[in-house]
């Protein structure tokens, strides 16, 4: 996540940073519900019909930033796992496992709208294209890392196998992106990217990047929300989670 | 440990086998020019991909059955088809066909799918492009065909 | 309204992607909600059996 700026060595020890988490998670929960709204309205009452596909490009609306968060979420997840393997870092890992969930439901939806959108558009619900066959895998490399770690007993090995298999499957991503270029793809090519202007009208890119904003503090809020439960989980035996129990009595 | 090692070693083949198939199977379509290059599979069915020339779709009276063809502005392969076309089907845009090559040249599709470029905009805008492209067409008359303002890349 | 929800014909598509996610995303927040409940009631359990 965006914490730059922050004094990481300070907060990356779970017991100071479960309050700090707690203590940011209702604003970014709100800031997301607000942006939800404001990104709804435009994205049905403001942006306009579009010239080829009609009513049904509204799908992108949510494919988009779907598709967007579950490529940045599983690069965060990787750089976490990393930072736990290398450094050690107990919260490292804990982030990484948090944020493997809802990194797994933007995969999913981003498929599940992708064929919403394509059986009108395209003509078909799938194909095995490599836009189509990445994103799946990408879907795939969640669920493998969430089962892993669920199957293995002892946690530090079980955050080791897990991050592993993290990091191996960050070379997905860029593959991923860069796809639609590469091969030939049903999919058609970006139309924001950074070396040419957006082949979109101003006020459609607007509500897409308004929805983006609302997903992304959307899984800030459920990470701090879940790294919560997680902190607590796996530091249930040390004093100071003890203590907090004793005084929740 | 021995079992990390072996199911991360598992997951890197398993990976460089997707890979691998990617990069030898993946040409999801073939243009024109591949086929008429002879890059294209002769006996098995492959995807036919490249734009609906313009003017040339021509419906059968059954109603089903269409005849057009794809063209990638240097080759252009005639197509017929008997079913039902996706909604963004249109002259001058892009489309994928899947079936086989007749020995008659034409391209018996089963299936045809449409490719659409990553151009939105209202229909107002795309309205006034095609304004400005006309009168920019007929004040250079001599570029011929060029491509419209908007879509029509595949 | 009859025609906003009808979407130009699309509104299957269109309603089948917008409520999808928004059911996937309740489930979600359900869900991890519900697993900290579960969580914090053991937290007390635990913490009750040791101090006795």
Redesign the interface.
């Known amino acids: 996540m965006a914490f730059a700026g922050i004094n990481w060595f300070k907060y990356s020890s779970p017991a100071t940073f479960y309050p700090l988490a707690g203590k940011m998670m209702p604003w970014f929960a709100g800031l997301a519900a607000v942006l939800t709204v404001i990104g709804l309205y435009m994205s049905?009452f403001v942006a306009?019909?579009?010239?080829?596909?009609?009513?049904?490009?509204?799908?992108?609306f949510?494919?988009v930033p779907?598709a967007w968060m579950s490529m940045f979420i599983y690069v965060v997840m990787a750089v976490y796992a990393a930072m736990g393997l290398i450094f050690n870092t107990r919260l490292s890992a804990m982030m990484a496992s948090s944020l493997a969930?809802?990194g797994a439901?933007f995969t999913?939806?981003a498929l599940?709208?992708g064929a919403?959108?394509g059986?009108?558009?395209?003509?078909?619900w799938w194909?095995w294209?490599?836009r189509l066959?990445t994103e799946l895998?990408l879907l795939f490399l969640y669920i493998?890392f969430m089962s892993?770690e669920a199957a293995i007993d002892d946690p530090r090995?079980a955050t080791?196998?897990s991050g592993?298999?993290a990091i191996?499957?960050v070379?997905?991503v860029p593959?991923i992106y860069f796809s639609v270029e590469w091969?030939?793809?049903?999919h058609?090519?970006?139309?924001i990217s950074l070396d040419k202007a957006p082949?979109?009208?101003t006020i459609?890119l607007a509500s897409m990047l308004v929805m983006t904003l609302a997903f992304w503090m959307?899984t800030i809020a459920?990470v701090l929300?879940?790294v919560?439960?997680e902190i607590?989980?796996r530091e249930?035996h040390s004093e100071w989670?003890?203590a907090l129990?004793?005084e929740?009595? | 440990?021995l079992?990390?090692v072996a199911?991360?070693t598992g997951?890197?083949i398993a990976?460089t086998l997707?890979?691998n198939a990617?990069n030898s199977n993946?040409?999801?379509?073939?243009?024109p020019s591949q086929v008429v290059a002879k890059e294209a599979p002769q006996e098995r069915s492959f995807r036919l991909?490249g734009l609906v020339t313009e003017g040339s779709v021509e419906r059968e009276d059954d109603g089903l059955t269409v005849h057009f063809t794809v063209t990638d502005n240097q080759h252009t392969i005639p197509v017929v088809f008997t079913g039902?076309?996706?909604?963004?089907?249109r002259e001058g845009?892009g489309v994928?066909a899947q079936g086989r090559l007749g020995d008659d040249g034409v391209f018996h599709a089963e299936?045809?799918?449409?490719?659409?470029?990553?151009?939105?905009?209202?229909?107002?805008?795309?309205?006034a492009l095609e304004k400005a492209e006309k009168a920019k067409q007929s004040s250079n008359s001599d570029i011929q065909n060029a491509p419209a303002g908007?879509?029509g890349s595949i | 309204m009859s025609e906003?929800f009808a979407?130009?014909?699309?509104g299957l598509?269109?309603w089948?992607?917008?409520g999808?996610?928004a059911l996937?995303?309740v489930a979600?927040?359900v869900w991890?909600v519900q697993?900290?409940k579960v969580?914090?009631k053991r937290?007390?359990r635990?913490?009750r059996l040791?101090?006795g």
């Open positions: 049905f306009p019909t579009d010239y080829k596909q009609g009513e049904a490009y509204r799908i992108m949510i494919h779907a969930p809802t439901l999913f939806l599940w709208t919403l959108w059986k009108p558009m395209w003509g078909t194909v294209d490599a066959t895998i493998g892993l090995r080791r196998a592993l298999l191996v499957g070379v997905n593959i091969w030939n793809t049903l058609q090519g970006a139309s082949s979109m009208a459609m959307y459920m929300y879940r919560r439960c607590l989980e249930r989670v003890v129990m004793e929740r009595k | 440990m079992f990390i199911g991360v997951i890197g990976a997707i890979l990617f993946m040409v999801f379509f073939f243009s991909g039902i076309l996706p909604d963004l089907f845009e994928v299936e045809v799918l449409a490719k659409h470029d990553e151009t939105y905009m209202p229909p107002e805008v795309a309205e908007a879509g | 906003f979407m130009g014909g699309y598509y269109v089948g992607s917008y999808v996610t996937v995303i979600e927040i991890v697993r900290r969580l914090l937290l007390a635990m913490s040791t101090k």
